[in-house]
């Protein structure tokens, strides 16, 4: 079972936010929340990640919920750079540095000039 | 780009055949990962390595193997095609030590099996 769920599309207007849910209820006291983002025909990128606190940077802004059981990805102004596939990931520290990374099936971006 | 290179970008092979798909990374990262994408699926890990000559099977590694004789180099192999392997194949690398929060990917080898 996915252990993220994100709905399977979204549109917004150029210029406007955009906020992208994600539901992680089983997530695990130490899994760290990612967002990464795949244009077509290339391979995800890192957006920006958290564990319980908010989070910004200069792509985007990640709110996570207090219960750490869901996490909204907020694009403060979206352009049609933007659309895209973007994906919530759970990361689990396995050993050492090591990492594996859970993902959702993803929300299509559509941005409308 | 963080300096992975996937090869070959596309390949249309027949059912029955081996298939060997290659990544290479100039970052002399130590973790190494092959996922692939299918629609509705997102991305699903297959096989890791933690280091050279150290692998480890994924959540779907049925029918894949893979070899990593050099940091440089992991190689996934389709022992025998099958037509359910028809999918995009995406590499990816991470640090051991700072920066070790962050994947990076390759642009995708798409695999059709005929």
């Known amino acids: 079972d996915a252990k993220t769920t994100q709905p399977n599309s979204m549109e917004s207007n150029e210029e406007e936010p955009v906020h992208l849910p994600c539901n992680h209820s089983?997530?695990?006291?130490?899994?760290?929340i990612h967002w990464y983002r795949q244009l077509p025909s290339q391979g995800p990128e890192y957006v920006i990640h958290?564990?319980?606190s908010n989070v910004n940077n200069r792509m985007a802004s990640l709110a996570i919920a207090e219960d750490r059981k869901s996490s909204t990805l907020i694009l403060h102004r979206a352009t049609l750079r933007d659309a895209a596939v973007y994906y919530c990931i759970l990361r689990e520290i396995l050993w050492g540095n090591f990492n594996k990374f859970y993902f959702g099936s993803g929300t299509k971006l559509n941005v409308k000039p | 780009d963080a300096g992975i290179t996937q090869s070959p970008r596309h390949k249309v092979t027949e059912t029955g055949t081996p298939v060997t798909l290659r990544c290479h990374q100039t970052e002399n990262h130590r973790y190494m990962y092959w996922y692939r994408q299918d629609p509705g699926h997102g991305l699903r890990l297959i096989h890791y390595?933690?280091?050279?000559?150290?692998?480890d099977k994924g959540e779907v590694s049925d029918g894949y193997s893979v070899s990593r004789s050099k940091t440089e180099d992991f190689l996934l192999t389709l022992e025998s095609a099958t037509s359910s392997q028809t999918s995009v194949y995406f590499c990816?690398?991470?640090?051991?030590?700072?920066?070790?929060?962050?994947?990076?990917f390759g642009a995708g080898t798409r695999l059709s099996v005929l």
């Open positions: 390595s933690y280091g050279v000559k150290d692998t």
């Open positions: 990816a690398i991470s640090a051991s030590g700072v920066g070790a929060d962050i994947q990076y």
């Open positions: 089983t997530i695990s006291g130490t899994d760290y």
């Open positions: 958290g564990l319980t």
